[in-house]
C-alpha cells in the first residue's frame, strides 16, 4: 500500500458533503459518536473516542476530536477511499484541501432543501469583511477559510488516530498517512539544536500547519462598562462580572451551583476544566449583589431553588440550565451594540492583566485562581499588546511634538553662578 497512487485531483471544485453527522448521546460511556450516512456508528472513530476516554480526558475532548474525524471520513466518503487504505497523497490533499478552500456554508435547517437563491441573506451593515481585523478590538473577524490552529488541531488528531490503529494492528493498515517530519540531512536529531534551549518533546507533522501566537486581548474599563450596559437582565450583569472577577473559563462558571456561591465568604465554586476539580474563587461583592438581583427576580417566576441546583437558569420556560452556546449568544448581542467581536475568552484574559497589573499579587497566586499547571503559563501576558505598543509609542510622538514646540532655554553662559540664577529667576527646567 505504501507504494500506491493516487490520480490527480481537482481540488478547486471539491466540496465536501454534509453527509454523516456527530451525534451527542448524553450516554457518559460514549458522550459522541460518529455516525455515516446511513446513520450507523463509524466502528474505527468510535474505538479511538473510547479510549480518549479511558484516558480520563475532558468530556468536551470527543467533541472535537469527533469534529474533526467526521470532517476526514466525508472527505474519504466523497473520494470512495476506505479509511485503512488512505495513503499520504490523500492526507497531502485532505490538509491542502483545508488550507486553500472556503469553509462549507452550514445552511440552517429552516432552508434545507430550498433553492440558493430563495435563502434570505442577514444585513452586514457596518460589519468588517470576514478575516479582516475588526475597528473596535483590533481582532481579525472569522474568516472563510479554516484557521491554522483549526487545521493544526486536525492533523494531530488525525495522525494519533493512525496511531492508535497502527498499534492495534486494525484492518489492512501498514501507514500512518499523516507522517512526521523527518529531517535526512544530518546523521542525527536535533543536529543544529541550540544547547542552551529546550528540546520540544513532540515532533512536528509533515503536514501540520505554523500556528502564529496568540496575543491576549484585555477589554479596557471603558469599553467593559459600555458593553455592560449593553446587558438586557441581572443574570448577565452577574455572569459578566464573575467572568471578570475569577477569571474562570466561561464553562467553568456555567458549572456553579447555588449552594457554590458562599457570600459570607465571598467565593464561588466551579468544576475545573482539566482536572475537573472542585476550585472556589474569590470574587468581588458587586458581583454577589447582581447575583442576589437574578435570584430574587428568578425565584419569583419559579425558577428550581436548591442548595445542589444549577446557579445559571435560561431567562424563560421551560426552566433549563444555561450551557455554554446561549452564554455567547448572550455576549454576542451585547458586542453588537458596539460593533465588537471580543469572547468570552476575552473576560478571562482581562481579569488576568487586571490581578497582574496589582504588585501586591503574586503571580503564583494567579496562577491558582486560573488553574494554570505551570507558572510559565503566565509569560504570555508579560508582553506588550497591540494597545499598549500604539500607546506608548503615540505618548512617544507627543513628547517630541512638546519638545519642538517648547524647547528648553539655552545654558547659562559661562562665568555665572547657577545658584544666583536659581534665586533671581526660580528653578528653570532643564
Same mark, same amino acid.
Given at each position: 500500500?505504501?507504494?500506491?497512487?493516487?490520480?490527480?485531483?481537482?481540488?478547486?471544485?471539491?466540496?465536501?458533503?454534509?453527509?454523516?453527522?456527530?451525534?451527542?448521546?448524553?450516554?457518559?460511556?460514549?458522550?459522541?459518536?460518529?455516525?455515516?450516512?446511513?446513520?450507523?456508528?463509524?466502528?474505527?472513530?468510535?474505538?479511538?473516542?473510547?479510549?480518549?476516554?479511558?484516558?480520563?480526558?475532558?468530556?468536551?475532548?470527543?467533541?472535537?476530536?469527533?469534529?474533526?474525524?467526521?470532517?476526514?471520513?466525508?472527505?474519504?466518503?466523497?473520494?470512495?477511499?476506505?479509511?485503512?487504505?488512505?495513503?499520504?497523497?490523500?492526507?497531502?490533499?485532505?490538509?491542502?484541501?483545508?488550507?486553500?478552500?472556503?469553509?462549507?456554508?452550514?445552511?440552517?435547517?429552516?432552508?434545507?432543501?430550498?433553492?440558493?437563491?430563495?435563502?434570505?441573506?442577514?444585513?452586514?451593515?457596518?460589519?468588517?469583511?470576514?478575516?479582516?481585523?475588526?475597528? +473596535?478590538?483590533? $481582532?481579525?473577524?472569522?474568516?472563510?477559510?479554516?484557521? /491554522? =490552529? &483549526? %487545521?493544526?488541531?486536525?492533523?494531530?488528531?488525525?495522525?494519533?488516530?493512525?496511531?492508535?490503529?497502527?498499534?492495534?494492528?486494525?484492518?489492512?493498515?501498514?501507514?500512518?498517512?499523516?507522517?512526521?517530519?523527518?529531517?535526512?540531512?544530518?546523521?542525527?536529531?536535533?543536529?543544529?539544536?541550540?544547547?542552551?534551549?529546550?528540546?520540544?518533546?513532540?515532533?512536528?507533522?509533515?503536514?501540520?500547519?505554523?500556528?502564529?501566537?496568540?496575543?491576549?486581548?484585555?477589554?479596557?474599563?471603558?469599553?467593559?462598562?459600555?458593553?455592560?450596559?449593553?446587558?438586557?437582565?441581572?443574570?448577565?450583569?452577574?455572569?459578566?462580572?464573575?467572568?471578570?472577577?475569577?477569571?474562570?473559563?466561561?464553562?467553568?462558571?456555567?458549572?456553579?451551583?447555588?449552594?457554590?456561591?458562599?457570600?459570607?465568604?465571598?467565593?464561588?465554586? +466551579?468544576?475545573? $476544566?482539566?482536572?475537573?476539580?472542585?476550585?472556589?474563587? /474569590? =470574587? &468581588? %461583592?458587586?458581583?454577589?449583589?447582581?447575583?442576589?438581583?437574578?435570584?430574587?427576580?428568578?425565584?419569583?417566576?419559579?425558577?428550581?431553588?436548591?442548595?445542589?441546583?444549577?446557579?445559571?437558569?435560561?431567562?424563560?420556560?421551560?426552566?433549563?440550565?444555561?450551557?455554554?452556546?446561549?452564554?455567547?449568544?448572550?455576549?454576542?448581542?451585547?458586542?453588537?451594540?458596539?460593533?465588537?467581536?471580543?469572547?468570552?475568552?476575552?473576560?478571562?484574559?482581562?481579569?488576568?492583566?487586571?490581578?497582574?497589573?496589582?504588585?501586591?499579587?503574586?503571580?503564583?497566586?494567579?496562577?491558582?485562581?486560573?488553574?494554570?499547571?505551570?507558572?510559565?503559563?503566565?509569560?504570555?501576558?508579560?508582553?506588550?499588546?497591540?494597545?499598549?505598543?500604539?500607546?506608548?509609542?503615540?505618548?512617544?510622538?507627543?513628547?517630541?511634538?512638546?519638545?519642538?514646540?517648547?524647547?528648553?532655554?539655552?545654558?547659562?553662559?559661562?562665568?555665572?553662578?547657577?545658584?544666583?540664577?536659581?534665586?533671581?529667576?526660580?528653578?528653570?527646567?532643564?
Amino acid at each position: 500500500m505504501s507504494g500506491e497512487q493516487r490520480p490527480g485531483r481537482d481540488l478547486k471544485n471539491f466540496v465536501l458533503p454534509e453527509i454523516g453527522q456527530l451525534l451527542e448521546t448524553e450516554d457518559p460511556w460514549e458522550p459522541y459518536r460518529v455516525l455515516d450516512p446511513f446513520g450507523k456508528p463509524v466502528e474505527p472513530a468510535a474505538l479511538y473516542l473510547k479510549d480518549l476516554m479511558a484516558a480520563d480526558c475532558s468530556p468536551l475532548t470527543p467533541r472535537s476530536y469527533g469534529m474533526d474525524l467526521l470532517r476526514w471520513w466525508r472527505f474519504l466518503w466523497a473520494l470512495g477511499i476506505e479509511w485503512d487504505r488512505a495513503v499520504r497523497e490523500d492526507a497531502r490533499d485532505f490538509m491542502l484541501w483545508m488550507k486553500l478552500a472556503d469553509k462549507p456554508v452550514r445552511v440552517h435547517w429552516r432552508h434545507r432543501g430550498k433553492d440558493p437563491a430563495e435563502i434570505p441573506r442577514p444585513a452586514r451593515s457596518g460589519r468588517p469583511a470576514p478575516g479582516t481585523p475588526n475597528p +473596535v478590538t483590533g $481582532k481579525p473577524s472569522i474568516g472563510k477559510k479554516y484557521a /491554522p =490552529s &483549526t %487545521r493544526a488541531h486536525c492533523e494531530t488528531v488525525l495522525r494519533s488516530f493512525y496511531d492508535f490503529h497502527l498499534d492495534r494492528n486494525t484492518g489492512s493498515l501498514l501507514v500512518n498517512p499523516f507522517p512526521l517530519v523527518r529531517n535526512r540531512s544530518s546523521a542525527r536529531a536535533h543536529a543544529h539544536h541550540n544547547p542552551e534551549k529546550e528540546h520540544n518533546k513532540q515532533r512536528t507533522g509533515l503536514y501540520r500547519p505554523k500556528v502564529p501566537k496568540r496575543i491576549p486581548r484585555r477589554i479596557t474599563d471603558e469599553k467593559y462598562t459600555k458593553v455592560f450596559a449593553g446587558l438586557r437582565s441581572h443574570r448577565d450583569r452577574a455572569l459578566l462580572a464573575f467572568w471578570v472577577a475569577t477569571g474562570a473559563r466561561a464553562e467553568e462558571l456555567l458549572t456553579s451551583k447555588q449552594g457554590s456561591a458562599n457570600v459570607g465568604e465571598q467565593t464561588i465554586g +466551579v468544576i475545573r $476544566k482539566g482536572t475537573r476539580d472542585y476550585q472556589e474563587l /474569590p =470574587s &468581588t %461583592r458587586d458581583a454577589f449583589v447582581w447575583l442576589r438581583l437574578y435570584q430574587e427576580e428568578a425565584w419569583k417566576k419559579g425558577v428550581p431553588r436548591g442548595y445542589r441546583q444549577p446557579l445559571w437558569w435560561t431567562l424563560r420556560r421551560p426552566w433549563r440550565a444555561l450551557e455554554y452556546d446561549a452564554a455567547r449568544m448572550m455576549f454576542n448581542r451585547a458586542n453588537e451594540l458596539l460593533g465588537a467581536n471580543w469572547t468570552l475568552h476575552d473576560l478571562r484574559h482581562t481579569a488576568t492583566f487586571l490581578m497582574l497589573d496589582d504588585p501586591n499579587m503574586p503571580p503564583v497566586y494567579v496562577q491558582h485562581i486560573l488553574g494554570h499547571k505551570y507558572l510559565s503559563t503566565l509569560d504570555i501576558y508579560n508582553r506588550p499588546t497591540g494597545d499598549d505598543v500604539i500607546a506608548a509609542g503615540l505618548a512617544h510622538h507627543a513628547r517630541q511634538q512638546r519638545h519642538r514646540e517648547n524647547p528648553p532655554p539655552p545654558p547659562p553662559a559661562p562665568g555665572y553662578n547657577p545658584d544666583s540664577l536659581a534665586n533671581l529667576f526660580g528653578d528653570q527646567p532643564s
